[in-house]
């Protein structure tokens, strides 16, 4: 049976459904928005695009999703299936910025490696105010970035990298997880002083403030 006319909320029912027809159609009818996923997200990883298109981390994106692909574990929307696509995608990318800048990698570097002190930062991440002239590189170490949005404590964390990643704002995040807007506000403000501390001082943000 055919699933190429589907939608990914319907391909991800039937792949959770066991329906075997809708594993290969489910991942044909993303790549096209992992490529252009890919491409977005390789804007933060200065480094790795000197070297590299996002077109270049779609097979194993594609590789890794595909092991993924259990009934049991897929995701059950379309927003929770694109973020673990994203999540997925920016681990490669971490990956590549560390062997890139590493001893051995193809840009070895004087200074810490790779701060990248031009990049566009989202906003609710610049938001998390920090005298960034204090420190002796002023810039932000984006792929660190990343991990520390990944370490933020669950109830927190969700709602920031829905923000960030996906692109949701208040109203959509309190549909979306069931929360009031004075929640999402006081949550996404949580994350943003963590996030500050973190670029002021080196703490990571999963320990207390």
Not at 29 to 34: K, L, M, P, S, V
Not at 73 to 99: F, G, M, Q
Not at 125 to 140: H, Q, W
Request: with cysteine; proline share 5%.
């Amino acid at each position: 049976m055919s699933h190429k006319g589907g939608n990914t909320a319907g391909l991800l029912a039937g792949a959770r459904g066991g329906d075997p027809g809708c594993f290969n159609s489910l991942i044909e009818h993303c790549t096209n928005r992992f490529v252009e996923l890919a491409e977005r997200e390789i804007r933060d990883f200065r480094s790795v695009r000197r070297f590299h298109t996002g077109d270049d981390f779609v097979s194993e994106l594609v590789v890794r999703m595909l092991e993924k692909l259990k009934p049991q574990t897929l995701p059950e929307s379309s927003v929770e299936w694109y973020s673990l696509a994203a999540t997925v995608l920016r681990h490669l990318l971490i990956d590549e910025h560390r062997a890139i800048n590493g001893q051995h990698g193809l840009r070895r570097k004087n200074e810490t490696w790779s701060r990248d002190a031009d990049v566009q930062l989202h906003p609710a991440i610049a938001g998390a105010k920090a005298p960034l002239g204090s420190t002796p590189d002023a810039g932000v170490d984006m792929a660190e970035l990343h991990e520390q949005l990944a370490l933020l404590p669950s109830e927190i964390g969700e709602v920031m990298r829905h923000r960030v990643y996906n692109g949701l704002k208040g109203p959509q995040l309190s549909v979306m997880l069931n929360l009031s807007e004075d929640q999402v506000q006081r949550r996404l403000r949580m994350a943003q002083e963590l996030i500050g501390r973190y670029r002021r001082t080196g703490k990571p943000v999963n320990k207390p403030l």
